[in-house]
């Protein structure tokens, strides 16, 4: 008998919030030629539905991805997780990546990460986070594999008033995946000077591969 092979789970990239410390829209930042939400979409679509979070904003060369609203206003990246989870909830996925959009990570290099901790008893319906190798206990929920079950308990955390994802995930069960050490500056961006870094980091990166 052939074995019957699962559907690709999605992947959500959130690219809301203002960008303040950014100064300008974090998912319009360039890099090669394209912005990153467009690099993000164009890599991840070939293999799997990809969604955005992205705050009521509509980005250019992001045709074939989807747009979820936000759960509630003002409630940050959970806003954005939840409807995400309960979709594909209802599609019938166990789960669904998560990445943020202020990463020169590339999704499917993040999805390869992750799932080499999907056998685990864990991956169902727990949490799989990237998390420093220094320094285990600093997760990174955003580039995560979150399981759909923890649709409920975020809605009603959100509901009671909570915003913090780290919160959040308190009672979830929850394993980690190293972070590799030249993958550091290159997972998280705030400030023009973190991207530029991020940017040398990642030239560096690709000539050293050579």
């Given at each position: 008998m052939?074995?019957?092979?699962?559907?690709?789970?999605?992947?959500?990239?959130?690219?809301?919030?203002?960008?303040?410390?950014?100064?300008?829209?974090?998912?319009?930042?360039?890099?090669?030629?394209h912005?990153?939400?467009?690099?993000?979409?164009?890599?991840?679509?070939?293999?799997?539905?990809?969604?955005?979070?992205?705050?009521?904003?509509?980005y250019?060369?992001?045709?074939?991805a989807?747009?979820l609203?936000?759960?509630?206003?003002?409630?940050?990246p959970?806003?954005?997780?939840?409807?995400?989870?309960?979709?594909?909830?209802?599609?019938?996925?166990?789960?669904?990546?998560?990445?943020?959009?202020?990463?020169?990570?590339?999704?499917?290099?993040?999805?390869?990460?992750?799932?080499?901790?999907?056998?685990?008893?864990?991956?169902?319906?727990?949490?799989?986070?990237?998390?420093?190798a220094?320094?285990?206990d600093?997760?990174?929920?955003?580039?995560?594999h979150?399981?759909?079950?923890?649709?409920?308990a975020?809605?009603?955390?959100?509901?009671?008033?909570?915003?913090?994802?780290?919160?959040?995930?308190?009672?979830?069960?929850?394993?980690?995946?190293?972070?590799?050490?030249?993958?550091?500056?290159?997972?998280?961006?705030?400030?023009?000077?973190?991207?530029?870094?991020?940017?040398?980091?990642?030239?560096?990166?690709c000539?050293?591969?050579?």
């Amino acid at each position: 008998m052939i074995p019957t092979l699962s559907p690709p789970e999605p992947l959500l990239i959130v690219c809301g919030g203002s960008s303040s410390r950014m100064g300008s829209p974090k998912p319009l930042l360039r890099w090669q030629e394209h912005t990153l939400i467009a690099r993000q979409v164009a890599d991840a679509l070939p293999h799997r539905p990809v969604w955005l979070a992205a705050g009521g904003q509509h980005y250019a060369d992001t045709e074939g991805a989807g747009y979820l609203p936000d759960a509630l206003p003002q409630a940050g990246p959970l806003g954005a997780i939840l409807p995400a989870l309960e979709q594909a909830g209802e599609l019938g996925y166990s789960g669904l990546y998560v990445l943020s959009c202020d990463t020169l990570l590339l999704p499917e290099q993040l999805i390869g990460r992750l799932n080499q901790a999907a056998d685990s008893d864990i991956w169902p319906n727990g949490l799989t986070a990237l998390a420093d190798a220094d320094n285990p206990d600093h997760l990174h929920p955003l580039l995560a594999h979150w399981p759909t079950g923890a649709a409920a308990a975020i809605r009603h955390y959100l509901a009671d008033g909570g915003r913090r994802v780290m919160h959040s995930i308190a009672d979830l069960p929850r394993q980690t995946v190293a972070l590799p050490q030249t993958w550091q500056h290159l997972s998280n961006f705030n400030t023009p000077a973190e991207f530029e870094r991020a940017q040398t980091e990642y030239t560096q990166l690709c000539h050293s591969a050579i």
